[in-house]
Every structure is written in C-alpha cells, then in structure tokens.
C-alpha cells in the first residue's frame, strides 16, 4: 500500500487516533474519553492502545507518527510541560515514551500549531504560504505559517496569539483570551444578568446561571438577544485588535479562524472585520487579505497531526507535501 502515517489527537476529552496515506486521505479513525482525571499513566497507556488500532501489521510502512497535543509543549524535545486540561502531566517526555513503544518517528506539535499545518495543506488555506490559524474557544490560540514553513522560536513556544496584551478602556492591562474566549463571553454575560440585565440566554439554560457559556450566548444572539449581540461585538473587535498586530508583524495573506466560539458567524466577524479596517496601520495590509472559517473543523488537529509527520516536524517548507504526495 505505501507508505502511510499514524495521527493522535490528544485532547482533554477525547484521544483521537487515525491511519492516512500519504495524500493525507483518512484510511482508519478511532477514538475514546481521554479520563484525565484518571491520572498520567491510564492516558499514555490508553494512548498507545488506541495507536495499536490503527497501526498496521508491518511498522516499515509508516512514515511517521504525528501528535496535536495542548501546550505548553517543547516539539523539539517532545516534552509535554504542564497542559491544565490532562491532570498529573508535567514535563512528560511523550515522544521518547512513544517511540520507545511503537519504533516509529514521533512527532509532537501545539494543536494550534498543527491546525495551521491542517489548514495550509488540505484546509482553507491550501496552496498559501503565509498563512495564520486562530481557534476561539475555551482558550484562544494560533499556528503561524510565514513562508511555507511552521513558525516555531527558539523553545517552540511562538505564536502565543491569545496572550497578546490589550489595554483596556479603564487602563487594566488584560489579554485577548482573556477578554475573548468563550469562558470570558459567558462570564460577562453572566455578570451582566447578575446586574440586571434581561436577555434569552436565560430561557436557553433554562434559568440556571451555572449553565450559562458562549454557546448559549451565541444561540440568544442569533435569535436577536441584544446582551448577546454585544459582548460577541466586543469579543470580535478585541480579536480583530490582535489580528491588527499579527498583519502587521507577519503579513499573511490568509488568516484561518476554527474554534467553537467561531461557529457564532458574522456576530463575531463583522466587528472583528472593523477592527481591522479602523486600526491597520495602511489598507494594503487588507486589501487582498482572506478571512476565512475552518475548513476541516473537529478533523483539524487529526490532519494537522499527520502534516506534521509529513514536514518532519514542521521542518520542511510546505511546499514538500506537494512534492512528496
């Protein structure tokens, strides 16, 4: 059959294995509860038996095992540092552990990161090369492709776009996960109720405050819940701001939004978009600029994860899975 590659997705609900050839055509998927709470070992253990499931007869046939994993997370040591959603990880040295296992090159990638890999290669940024992915959900993330190839630093730990600091009207100094992510949506609008304020979102969880995230927010704007319209507005200028620093630092021609919270469509975007317009340095940074939504959704940091096995770790140029597929 050729050669083919081995894709994990851990995350902290579900661990997602999958075999692809070298097209990046999915050949065999399976998947399980991650149970994080179980603790270090139970994972890696779970891990590796679901990488059995989709691992062929004949090792020889695999180009490479490639891993999208929550950072932070060194891709050059393969050290998972400290993720908050798997309970008891810290400095787990998980590609040594699972070449040990398997005998196959093991590659490990931020799942932000991967997801650029993801989009850039079989997403809605095919065929660019300079190219940035955004996830919008519990945290806000991103993967930055500059020239054809993965943007790393030194450690592996750029593109931090959700930790770049915004000042807030009242002169605080926060971030753009912080005032954006999903969790900060649901959190003012909470308050916001708390204060007073009339909106859908309560018929939606049912009058329970406790239920209340940015998927409710999202379903009670659409409906026209004005509460809900506004912090959207507010979460898509302050992304919009931060996009404003990445056009000017980087200059992509295509910026790939994924996520949950990115499902919230133009309530999101459109301010998003003003922002843009209103605070970028010159127009030529938007002028051919594409702005556009996950192509791959759930599947991102599967193919992102088996990109990232045919880059060599994101080492080689972008350009080499034209050549090599």
Known sequence: MGKQIIAVDLGGTQIRTARYDLDLNLLQRENTLTQAHLGLQPTIERMKAFVRKVMP???????????????????????????????????????????????????????????????????????????????????????IICDGKLLLGRDGLAAEFGHIPIVLDNGMVSSVEREAAGPAIARRVKREIQEGAKSKVMEIVQGDLNRIDAKAVGMAAAAGDQLGIAQLAYAGRIIGLGIVAILHLFNPEVIVIGGGVSKTGDLLFAPMREALRTHVMDEAYIKDLRIERSALGDDVALVGAAALAATDGGNLDISELDRRF
């Open 57 to 143: 007869a004949c090792r020889d046939e695999i180009l490479g095992l490639g891993i999208s994993s929550p950072g932070p997370l060194n891709p050059f040591t393969g050290v998972i540092v400290a993720p908050p959603n798997l309970q008891g990880w810290l400095d787990v040295p998980l590609r040594d552990i699972m070449e040990s296992e398997f005998n196959v090159p093991v590659y490990i990638g931020n799942d932000a990161n991967v997801a650029a890999l993801a989009e850039a290669s079989k997403g809605a940024a095919q065929g660019s090369r300079h190219v940035t992915y955004i996830t919008v959900s519990t945290g806000i993330g991103a993967g």
